[in-house]
């Protein structure tokens, strides 16, 4: 069955990093866009940043600087890597993937993985 596995998050002290990992398993065919979103208790959903097929990514004006977004399409895996992390950056990080090919801020996706909780204390 088709669906998007999320891993490494946790709970680190501020200032610290966690690389995300988001990987693509049973699709028949290659998920182009993808993203990566949050959401925090009380909170409407954040899009953090987007990658399109060839690495071109667009980030939140929030982790811009601090947050790396890449891919690997040969493993069809998506990565965040998220450093000098700050309270503020405590939320559900959720993946998501889409198989077309225009990739956008806003756009609606298809595909969701579970979330992963990510904590950062003071």
């Known amino acids: 069955q088709a669906q998007l596995v999320e891993s490494g998050g946790g709970s680190v002290q501020a200032g610290g990093s966690l690389r995300l990992s988001c990987a693509a398993v049973g699709f028949a065919s290659r998920l182009n866009c993808m993203a990566w979103f949050r959401q925090a208790p009380g909170k409407e959903r954040e899009e953090v940043a987007y990658?399109?097929?060839?690495?071109?990514?667009l980030y939140s004006d929030s982790v811009k600087g601090r947050f790396v977004i890449s891919r690997d399409n040969e493993k069809n895996t998506m990565y965040l890597q998220m450093n000098r992390l700050k309270p503020g950056d405590t939320a559900l990080y959720y993946c998501a993937a889409d198989r077309s090919e225009l990739c956008y801020r806003g756009r609606v996706y298809e595909y969701w993985g579970q979330g992963t909780q990510v904590t950062v204390s003071s």
């Open positions: 990658i399109n097929p060839w690495g071109d990514a």
